[in-house]
């Protein structure tokens, strides 16, 4: 662990991409942060700015439309960040696999525009919020291994 | 009222230039002659308060189909209007904007995923075609190319 | 002199990625220009490739808070093509999920519509209570979302009559926690003044953009597709459809508040008239050559589907209308001449499936103080200054 992957580690700000989802990983991202789950007891905290984001939840399988506007959001978030696919959608296109309109999964765009980009999968459909929680500690437990 | 008593009132007043068509109890499906058409749509918008539910287009082997639906909420049946639009190199028909505002995103819809023009209609412009697609490119007909499409 | 405002596509307060151009003079919006498809997934085209047993998991994925809706309006299209049959049973169950999800809808909109507006304490506490809803969902069809109930000619699943026994505490909580949103909502004088004229959709727009559900409802029309054009088991229930002259947002937040507590109404009849025993689908062969329609009214209007059929077993088209394609235009009408301020709620009031991400305030009393209890204080208080004693809602029901 060096002091960047220390520093996101403690403290994950999120930034939520839409890619095209149907909705229904986001308002489970939402529900995250209402009083029943509460992420903000672990410190991860919804942000209006990619620029103050450290972790990019992405959901959804990447609309052609979408796509470019997703690259011009990496391009703006500070770096270093990880992204977080949610959703089986953005882990793997999933029920979209055949969709003409849809270009993703969210690994194929984050590699070709950057290869060093780290991703972390959270699939279900929709996780709930229980697995994406889980799944964001443990993926932030184990960035302590990694020198980012 | 319901569908066959509906299509008496309409035959009474369009003749046999209503064409022929099928009806269940709260189903009713008309084929006009294009000619009446217009008159049609707007005596059911207007005179039995038709609320457009919305188009959708077939793509037929030789022909684009519209099929106007309007939900008669009051009287608990749906008519569907079928209009064929021929597939020649400009397919095109007239937008009925001027008559039900409402028609103006559906409209726009199949303009851009069927190429179906829409004359006078007041905004051609797309609604959900992605950038990255020619304005050539139909992605709802059947013969649109999917495997060849490019990445971009 | 005119200013253009960009709104997104990427933008905190819009959960979904749209494009908006308000061009603006002074505070005054003078007309509103909107960008979509950034979720377009050409769910229609890939309908035609799935058979007519999958492509209830396909609708499913249009939109996961109308999660019951799409398959249910696709369910109608492929019965009505081939007359298939639906077994009472299943009727019942499906009804059951589809007034659930309207609650959680509702309640989900109520939140956010307060977050819009800057109110975040009614945004928690709407989603505090909807997830009692959720959890009802989980017990009853085993997830929160994405229910995976509906198959062409019934439903996928049995719903246990413990199960449904075990949801009866949960709904009498719900309806004790609406009817407190019903009254602190519409009994807050500044959310009234935030709400009350604004955004006004007069009945001959609503009717000329073909609005739809709670929209065209709080503008007069009562135009209501489980009224207008039965299925399920809306026939034999004992419900109301809820319309409102007033036709601005604080009509469009009553209508929805009202049509929760219908709805956890019609829950609880369906737990008490629901028989045990019996066939939960018609098993249907095949669907012949023809064409079907089916319209379902989805908490934010009716849902549209038209499906037609070759005779094998895959559709050849099948068109998906959503409500909000109806709703969202009526912009041009209710935006126009207001201020950016409420431009928001504005464009929030209808519904368009949006929600927020941004801020998220923890509320945590102090010990020795409800919450509650000082905020219901502070109502009556100023109740009594204003000379008002009936709640919002006994009034309702009074009349
Ligand atoms: S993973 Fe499922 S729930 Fe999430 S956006 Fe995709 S289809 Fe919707």
């Not at chain 1, 765009?109 to 697995?131: K, Q």
């Not at chain 3, 034999?236 to 809820?242: C, G, H, K, R, S």
């Not at chain 3, 045990?276 to 589907?305: K, L, M, Q, T």
């Amino acid at each position: 662990m060096n002091w960047k992957s220390w520093g996101i580690s403690k403290s994950p700000w999120l930034y939520h991409v839409n890619t095209g989802s149907c909705n229904n990983c986001d308002i489970e991202i939402v529900d995250c942060l209402t009083p029943k789950f509460d992420v903000e007891r672990f410190g991860g905290k919804l942000v209006g700015s990619p620029r103050h984001a450290d972790v990019l939840m992405v959901t959804g399988p990447i609309t052609r439309k979408s796509k470019p506007r997703f690259e011009r959001v990496l391009e703006a978030a500070a770096k270093p960040f990880i992204v977080a696919a949610v959703g089986t959608c953005a882990c793997s296109k999933g029920m979209f696999h055949d969709a003409y309109n849809c270009v993703g999964p969210v690994r194929k765009v984050t590699e070709a525009a950057d290869e060093d980009i780290m991703v972390l999968n959270i699939p279900g459909c929709p996780p709930r919020p229980e697995a994406i929680i889980d799944g964001l500690v443990t993926g932030l437990d184990q960035l302590k291994e990694v020198k980012l | 009222m319901n569908p066959s008593t509906f299509k008496e009132e309409l035959s009474g007043r369009f003749g046999w230039k209503l064409g022929k068509g099928e009806q269940s109890s709260d189903r009713l499906y008309l084929n006009p002659e294009p000619e009446i058409f217009e008159n049609l749509i707007e005596a059911i918008f207007e005179e039995h308060d038709g609320r457009l539910a919305t188009i959708s287009c077939v793509d037929e082997e030789d022909q684009f189909r519209l099929l106007y639906h309007f939900a008669l909420d009051g009287e608990g049946f749906i008519t569907t209007v079928k209009l064929p639009v021929d597939k020649d190199e400009n397919p095109s028909t007239e937008s009925i904007t001027n008559l039900i505002p409402g028609a103006e995103w559906i409209e726009r819809e199949v303009m851009e995923m069927f190429g179906i023009e829409f004359r006078n209609h007041p905004a051609k412009k797309r609604l959900l075609k992605a950038e990255a697609l020619d304005d050539g490119d139909f992605p709802y007909r059947k013969d649109f190319d999917v495997e060849n499409l490019e990445e971009t | 002199m005119a200013t253009t405002i960009p709104i997104g596509p990427y933008h905190p307060l819009q959960e979904e990625p749209e494009h908006y151009l308000l061009t603006v003079e002074e505070e005054e919006v003078i007309d509103v220009d909107v960008q979509i498809g950034y979720n377009h997934r050409g769910i229609e085209k890939l309908s035609e490739e799935k058979t007519f047993n999958q492509v209830p998991f396909l609708v499913e994925r249009v939109c996961g808070i109308c999660s019951h809706s799409h398959p249910y309006a696709y369910c109608l299209a492929v019965e009505d093509c081939g007359d298939i049959e639906v077994p009472e049973r299943a009727k019942y169950i499906r009804t059951l999920i589809g007034e659930l999800e309207r609650i959680h809808s509702h309640l989900l909109w109520a939140g956010l519509a307060g977050h819009f507006i800057g109110y975040d304490t009614v945004f928690m506490w709407a989603w505090k209570y909807r997830e009692d809803v959720l959890d009802l969902l989980e017990l009853l069809t085993g997830n929160r979302n994405a229910y995976a109930m509906m198959k062409p000619g019934g439903v996928q699943r049995e719903i246990k009559r413990e199960d449904l026994e075990g949801a009866r505490p949960t709904l009498q909580t719900l309806k004790e926690k609406s009817e407190m949103l019903y009254n602190a909502i519409l009994d807050d004088p500044v959310l009234k003044a935030r709400l009350e004229g604004v955004g006004v959709l007069p009945e001959e727009d609503a009717r000329a953009f073909g609005a739809l559900g709670p929209t065209s409802r709080a503008s007069g029309i009562p135009a209501d597709a489980r009224a207008d054009f039965p299925y399920g088991m809306y026939e034999e229930l004992d419900w109301q459809v809820i319309t409102r002259e007033a036709g601005d947002t604080l009509a469009r937040v009553e209508v929805r508040l009202l049509e929760t507590l219908e709805s956890i109404k019609m829950t609880e009849q369906i737990i008490d008239e629901m028989p045990d025993e019996g066939s939960i689908d018609s098993e249907p062969e095949n669907v012949p050559a023809g064409e079907g329609i089916g319209n379902y009214e989805a908490p934010r209007g009716e849902c549209f589907h038209y499906v037609q059929s070759d005779g094998s077993n895959r559709p050849v088209r099948h068109k998906i209308r959503a409500p909000t394609f109806m709703n969202f235009p009526t912009y041009k009408s209710t935006c126009v001449g207001e201020t950016v301020a409420d431009a928001t709620i504005i464009l929030a009031s209808v519904d368009p499936c949006y929600s927020c991400t941004e801020r998220a305030i923890s509320l945590k009393g102090r010990e020795d103080v409800d919450l509650l209890e000082l905020s219901e204080k502070k109502t009556a208080d100023l109740k009594e200054e204003l000379g008002v004693n009936k709640s919002p809602l006994e009034e309702v029901l009074d009349e």
